[in-house]
């Protein structure tokens, strides 16, 4: 009986989903839906992001949070469209959710539209929200086990971004081995190592970007 109920709640998920897929279509809007646990940095990525490709592409941004708009005032700051999500104690985004911040935001001024997840590595992974692309942001000091705990993250994403490198040289973290067991669970998967503090490696990531929307 529950694994009905369960079966119903992500059918309407999809079926809204693909609703937001059909609408960004149509304004060629390519969004990303960019997942992380708390404190890895995504906001963080988003801004260096949002920096590298200015001038080179219209970006929008829609900040998920369980509660508060400090990250859609610090995005807002940049002088881009960007609408806050609260879930209100849900963990991850769906696409009802989504729907509502197309709604409100210039879908025909915006050509790549960052999707700010709730920080979460379990079930942001199983929703889908209309999304291009999906992105993992992980962190050094989260620790490199973090791909044999959350599978289904790992495989799931198309790009993986590993923030903070500028603190491998104080945690302990095997970046070797790290890469190994990611390309293990997810042979195709990219790997950008970034530093958000020193800028190292924002570049190629945000080349790369560029270039999946283009060549959508
Ligand atoms: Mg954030
Ligand atoms: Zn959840």
């Known amino acids: 009986m529950e694994i009905k109920v369960l079966k119903n709640i992500l059918g309407a998920n999809d079926q809204i989903a693909a609703k937001n897929r059909e609408l960004m279509a149509k304004h060629e809007v390519f969004a990303v839906n960019v997942m992380a646990s708390p404190g890895a940095g995504k906001t963080s990525v988003l801004l260096q992001t949002i920096r590298a ?7 929008g941004v829609i900040e998920g949070d369980i509660a508060s708009s400090i990250d859609a005032e610090t995005v807002a700051k940049e002088g881009i469209p960007v609408v806050q999500i609260n879930t209100g ?32 590595l379990v079930c942001p992974a199983e929703f889908s929200i209309g999304e291009d692309l999906k992105v993992l942001i992980a962190s050094v000091p989260e620790g490199d086990d973090k791909p044999y705990k959350y ?13 903070k490198i500028d603190l491998l040289p104080y945690v302990k973290f095997n ?17 950008f190592k970034v530093s958000c503090t020193t800028g190292e490696g924002i570049q190629p ?12």
């Open 53 to 59: 490709l200015k001038g080179k592409t219209r970006i």
């Open 151 to 163: 599978p289904l993250m790992f495989n799931t994403v198309d790009a993986i971004v590993l923030n």
């Open 89 to 120: 104690g849900e963990c991850h985004l769906e696409s009802f959710q989504i729907q509502n911040a197309l709604n409100n935001l210039p879908l025909p001024d915006i050509d790549l539209l960052l999707i700010e997840n709730v920080g979460n």
């Open 205 to 216: 990531w945000a080349k790369w970007l560029l270039a999946r929307m283009k060549s959508k």
């Open 175 to 191: 970046v070797e081995g790290f890469t190994k067991t990611v390309k293990n669970i997810n042979p195709k998967v990219e790997l």
